[in-house]
């Protein structure tokens, strides 16, 4: 049984690890206080707020669970102990996430006492399906590891451009893999969902870009396995993020979800670059974000065959017309009512249409949006530097590029399918993640995404010189991901525990 | 000083799993061996203190006060508190007002009726925070262990040494508990067993390091003095007690390795009774587990902090384990500690101020420890509430 306003009170401080520290005496609180124990009665009003959301911390004190309380008993064994910030000044439990500790594996505690870790944004144990999820930063992972620590740097706008367009983006995914034959997919750890990819791709957009949370006006999040039916995602994302003005303990900023299957982000795009554009908006910056945890049938059962190319991960990107890096030069988008691929409410997993999902459905709406919006912009294949599309399996993205006379230079970049798998609303955004990761200034850029129901949006971007100078701030990229030298693969039984979570 | 309470009775239940009882028939079965000791009736009670730490989560019983006065069909002034400890300060503060010349103090819990659930609740009660991080009732004292070994720079055979030395006081704790007929645990263990299921725990403690959960209750009769000397003749006074409080959320605190609570407890309650830690030589700890017994040794002021470890001598296995303290033997936890008499939460502080009321009236049996008679005048308690948040030490003698 779960309370829904001691849930919230615990999500609100421990999901961004709010803090405090005393402008007297200097000393640090976890939690919010309005006095400070040293200096009582004349320290109200001057404690400053801080949180140690983008901060890292060091492992104190360690020691092995592996009898976990009843609701921790889906994470089996992990490593918990003490993390200290700031030298000590706080110190805060905390537990390591993204470890499978094996039956009989000793951990030797003084080596990780003294690692330094990063906080994660996981889901904070298990409850019933009817309940509340809640979450919680008190999860770390080591600093010098698969996720490093990067801090959060504020960058005053500096140039105004005439088009608006990508002024930062990320992708996140986790660290975990199944590898079957020349396919790797991205595999959730056991406490991550969509809600936590996109926490963390938004999160880490925010460091890409340098903009100031609190301008973000708008958060779109597109997702088809959103844990709840009803409740969105993009309020977690603005609470935690603290995208927007904020006021006691809301925030200035409008947010919500979408949902057209695979097309559920990149389709926000266009509404995000003109909401930017619109001068009565006062808007600066608005934010996209595809996650997903890419649902699947076991394999054997009905929508089963989906299991083979399904992924994990999340890619956000912030629109706005200051410090661009890829302005937006147009789009097309179309639509047909085309039931190849679906979920029916209540239903765990979705159906596809199975031969049908090809050519009636993916071929003839990335071809047609694509096309479109060439003869719209007076283009031919060959005056596009990158071509990215949806990559449902390894093989359907290349044959529409080759039918739309698109060259292996042109796409190879983009086809992340291999690598993480299918990543749903998030599969052709980390396609562009990866093209603007190498890009260079005043480059073309076609992507043509692809949802289910059916319908197609192509954008063209162009890039700006400012690409280079952003891409300096960024540790974490898709590549940096996909040949992590800390990847860890799971077999197909552990892949379908990870993937079901807690 | 004037009116001195004392304690003129005891009672208590075994403790472990009373599976076909119901709470109040354990609290009864103590309440009655208590008044029978002592040949009182129940109207002779003024007030009740009664602790319980989570009845109202294991058995849904909210007002405790409610079934104890249909238990005892008295209508006095009853007060819940979480520990015998705690109840035993109200009441003495009440006594020593002179609001009350007789007053019944108990303690009950029953863990086992929500075993399953059991470690969930006490970690969510006790350390919320570390809760929601993963925590488990285990880990803090295994943190504070490692917190210990770190700061007193603990390495190589003095490690050895000190894992071997943790592992002693469960042995002495179980070999002690043997003499004890209400004790939950009869069951000597060896210091081989401690090792070898630390080591299929992975972890810095195992199994037996650990109390376990236990149903029981005890229960205790406090008078003012004037009354106690009509009572008995051999009353117990209480020389001091003192109580102190610290954070819930132990990664929060200033010292990981030892409790402030403790210290601050110990040092008000000496005070309070003229008494340095060597005059006492009955000593109750509360081990939760045997890290937590190794440095309430040095908190209570007993051996220097870092050093307790190397204090612990005789043949553990054997009923022979004590502390040596300046060439004097000590002996600790001749109940068998929470370890081995068993920890029912509310009603653990009972059983320890039960075994010192027997010893220092010579009436432990074959638990009775026989050093010279002048020392065995005042003996000590230290109780918590959580993981160290609440300390009690009550110091007890025959004299005033």
Redesign the interface.
């Known amino acids: 049984m779960s309370s829904e306003p001691i849930e919230r009170r ?1 999500s609100y401080l ?1 999901d961004r690890l709010k803090a405090c520290r005393c402008k007297i005496c200097g000393k640090e ?2 939690e919010m206080r309005d006095y400070c124990g040293n200096c009582g009665r004349k320290s109200f009003g001057k404690m400053a707020n801080i949180d140690l959301f983008y901060e890292k911390g060091r492992i ?13 008993k889906k ?1 089996e064994h ?1 490593v ?4 200290s910030f700031h030298n000590g000044k ?6 390591l996430t993204d470890q499978i500790i094996n039956d ?4 030797d ?1 003084s080596s990780l ?1 003294g690692r330094e870790v990063v906080p994660r944004f996981r889901r ?2 298990q409850v019933g399906g009817s309940e509340v999820v ?1 979450t ?1 930063s ?2 770390f992972t080591l600093a010098d590891e698969y996720y490093p620590h990067q801090g959060y740097t504020i960058v005053q706008p500096n140039k105004e451009y005439n088009l608006p367009g990508i002024v930062g983006y990320a992708f996140y995914t986790s660290r975990f893999r199944i590898k079957e034959g020349k396919l790797e997919r991205s595999v959730p750890f056991i406490d991550e969902d969509a809600v936590t990819a996109a926490v963390e791709a938004g999160k880490l957009s925010l460091i890409h870009s340098g903009v100031d949370s609190s301008l973000v006006g708008k958060v779109y999040v597109g997702s088809e396995s959103n844990p709840y039916a009803v409740k969105p995602i993009a309020s977690k994302v603005a609470q935690v993020l603290k995208l927007g003005e904020e006021d006691g303990d809301v925030q200035g900023v409008d947010a919500v979800d979408t949902e057209f299957a695979c097309k559920a982000a990149s389709s926000m795009f266009k509404d995000a670059a003109a909401l930017v554009s619109y001068s009565k908006s006062k808007m600066k910056y608005a934010m996209v974000i595809g996650a997903d945890n890419s649902q699947a049938a076991p394999r054997g059962c009905p929508g089963g065959e989906l299991d083979v190319f399904v992924g994990y991960g999340g890619a956000a990107f912030i629109f706005g017309k200051y410090d661009v890096i890829a302005e937006i030069e147009g789009w097309y988008s179309c639509t047909s009512d085309t039931p190849d691929f679906w979920r029916r409410d209540g239903e765990p997993f979705p159906m596809h249409g199975g031969r049908f999902s090809g050519e009636p459905a993916y071929f003839k709406h990335v071809r047609k949006a694509t096309t479109k919006l060439m003869e719209k912009l007076n283009l031919q294949a060959g005056d596009v530097d990158y071509f990215i599309t949806h990559q449902p399996n390894p093989r359907f993205p290349v044959k529409v590029a080759k039918q739309l006379g698109f060259k292996d230079e042109q796409y190879a970049v983009s086809l992340q399918v291999t690598k993480f798998g299918n990543t749903y609303s998030g599969c052709s955004p980390v396609g562009l993640a990866a093209v603007l990761d190498v890009a260079k200034p005043e480059e073309k850029i076609l992507i043509t995404s692809y949802g289910s129901g059916a319908g197609s949006d192509a954008y063209l971007l162009r890039t700006t010189s400012q690409i280079l100078d952003k891409r300096q701030r960024q540790k974490i990229n898709v590549k940096s991901q996909a040949e992590n030298p800390f990847l860890h693969y799971v077999d197909y039984t552990t892949y379908r525990r990870l993937k079901l979570g807690m | 000083m004037q009116n001195r309470p004392a304690i003129v009775a005891v009672g208590r239940t075994k403790f472990g799993e009373h599976y076909g009882k119901e709470p109040e028939k354990l609290i009864e079965e103590a309440w009655l061996a208590a008044s029978n000791e002592c040949d009182l009736e129940r109207r002779d009670l003024e007030a009740c203190y009664l602790s319980d730490c989570f009845l109202p989560i294991t058995n849904k019983l909210g007002l405790e006060e409610g079934f104890l006065s249909e238990l005892t069909e008295l209508h006095i002034p009853m007060e819940v508190t979480r520990s015998v400890s705690a109840a035993l300060l109200t009441a003495y503060h009440a006594i020593q007002a002179g609001v009350y010349n007789t007053v019944l103090v108990g303690g009950i819990e029953k863990m086992t009726d929500r075993w ?2 059991i ?2 609740d006490l ?1 969510l009660l006790g ?1 919320p ?8 009732p ?2 803090n004292h ?2 504070m262990l ?2 210990y070994i ?1 700061k007193f720079g603990i390495i190589g055979k003095n490690l050895d040494k000190l894992n071997v030395a943790l592992a002693k006081i469960s042995v002495k704790n179980h070999a002690q508990a043997i003499k004890n007929e209400y004790a939950q645990f009869h069951r000597k263990i060896t210091i081989e067993q401690v090792l070898s299921a630390r080591k299929a ?4 403690l195992g199994l037996y390091d650990f109390a376990p959960i236990s149903d029981g209750a005890s229960a205790l009769v406090l008078t003012s003095q004037m009354k106690a000397k009509r009572i008995t003749e051999k009353p117990v006074y209480i020389l001091g007690c003192a109580s102190a409080t610290d954070y819930l ?4 605190r200033d010292d ?1 390795t030892h409790f402030t609570s403790t210290q601050i407890a110990m040092k008000n309650a000496s005070k309070m009774a003229r008494k340095v830690p060597l005059d006492l030589s009955v000593l109750e700890v509360y081990d939760q587990s045997t890290v937590m017994e190794m440095v309430s040794m040095e908190d209570l002021g007993f051996c220097e902090p870092g050093t307790a470890w190397k204090r612990i001598r005789g043949n553990c296995e054997d009923y022979g384990g004590y502390y040596e303290i300046n060439g004097k033997k000590l002996y600790v936890n001749m109940n068998g500690g929470l370890k081995a008499d068993g920890n029912p939460l509310g009603a653990t502080g009972g059983a320890q101020i039960f075994e010192i009321f027997r010893q220092l009236r010579g009436e432990a049996g074959e638990r009775q420890i026989t050093t010279d008679q002048d020392s065995m005048l005042t003996g000590c308690s230290l109780e918590f509430e959580g993981f160290g948040t609440k300390a009690y030490v009550s110091i007890l003698g025959r004299e005033t």
Do not use: H, Q
């Open positions: 615990v421990g609180y976890f104190e004190l360690c020691t092995l669970i592996n009898e976990p309380t009843n609701k921790f994470l992990y918990y102990g003490i993390i706080i110190r805060v439990p905390g537990r009989g594996e000793v951990i505690f006492e904070r144990y809640p919680i008190l999860a | 399953d659930k470690r969930d970690m350390d925070w570390s809760y929601y991080a993963g925590g488990t285990e880990a295994e943190l490692r917190a770190k725990a992975r972890r810095p959320d132990f990664p929060a990981l």
